[in-house]
């Protein structure tokens, strides 16, 4: 009960389960843990048997690549690293777990930037400045002012991505965007079209003076995919405001669509790196 008390008080996603303390027998999700009152006493073997998850274990030397892969087959987006200790001469080697790894930490490597999602209270991941997160409601007569001036950034261009980085890219967008799945859509194309599509840059002194990628009503002729940082979007006729993070895809109808007119607005709110879809791009494929 004392373990379940901790898990349910932790602010960790998973929670690994152990018989002994060199041992992991299961893995426990932290939503399957919301409905369950610490003080009743459920035993954690209990949970284990109707949520747990299988561990998924690696060894530490695995290619970030090659797990990148594991990660795409599903069966699970976590996993525990192990390697061999034999450090001790006087007793027999066994095996030893070093860490965990989750799917965040392989596409932040694949990138080479940190994800900074909706829990993290991070302004900027370059400088860790603090930002209290509170709703922003964004302002008629800015969005007036600047729906003709509508740019993405600086533009570093195909050459900047790394095969990584392109493989990363390919794989989401063939699993996630149904326009891009293999029966519609080849992976030899597809690779072409990442090669040739660009990534723009947000620097942390633009999102100070504004920076929208969409604005409602402004026709739009790309789609974009935010790989690092945050966009804030103001949606609906009711100006609800939400933020979303990296992997999100944003106008993905701007690709089939002759005249694209999104129905919302979206403002960079933290230096980002944003990835671009041109329709012309797409149709030139």
């Not at 048997?49 to 561990?55: D, F, K, L, N």
Request: net charge negative.
């Amino acid at each position: 009960a004392a373990e379940l008390d901790a898990a349910a008080g932790a602010a960790a996603g998973a929670w690994p389960s152990t018989a002994r303390s060199d041992e992991l027998v299961g893995l426990l999700s932290a939503k399957d843990l919301i409905l369950i009152d610490p003080e009743d006493g459920v035993p954690i073997g209990t949970m284990l048997e109707y949520c747990g998850r299988a561990v998924v274990t690696v060894w530490f030397d695995t290619p970030v690549a090659q797990l990148f892969r594991d990660f795409k087959r599903g069966q699970s987006h976590i996993a525990m690293v192990q390697r061999v200790n034999d450090a001790d001469e006087s007793r027999d080697p066994f095996y030893e777990i070093v860490g965990i790894v989750t799917l965040e930490d392989v596409l932040e490597e694949l990138i080479g930037a940190e994800i900074v999602d909706e829990s993290d209270v991070v302004a900027d991941s370059g400088n860790k400045a603090l930002q209290q997160r509170t709703p922003q409601r964004i302002e008629f007569f800015e969005m007036l002012q600047r729906r003709d001036g509508l740019a993405l950034g600086r533009a570093l261009g195909p050459a900047a991505k790394t095969a990584d980085e392109v493989r990363a890219l390919v794989s989401y967008l063939s699993t996630n965007v149904s326009l891009f799945r293999p029966a519609a859509f080849s992976g030899a194309a597809l690779r072409r079209l990442v090669q040739r599509c660009p990534i723009y840059t947000v620097s942390a002194q633009q999102v100070a003076h504004g920076h929208y990628i969409y604005v409602r009503g402004v026709p739009a002729s790309c789609c974009c995919l935010l790989l690092h940082g945050r966009v804030q979007v103001c949606a609906g006729n009711e100006g609800l405001v939400s933020d979303i993070g990296p992997w999100t895809l944003l106008a993905a109808n701007a690709l089939t669509e002759e005249r694209h007119v999104p129905d919302f607005t979206a403002r960079v709110a933290a230096a980002a790196r944003i990835f671009t879809i041109p329709r012309a791009e797409l149709l030139a494929v």
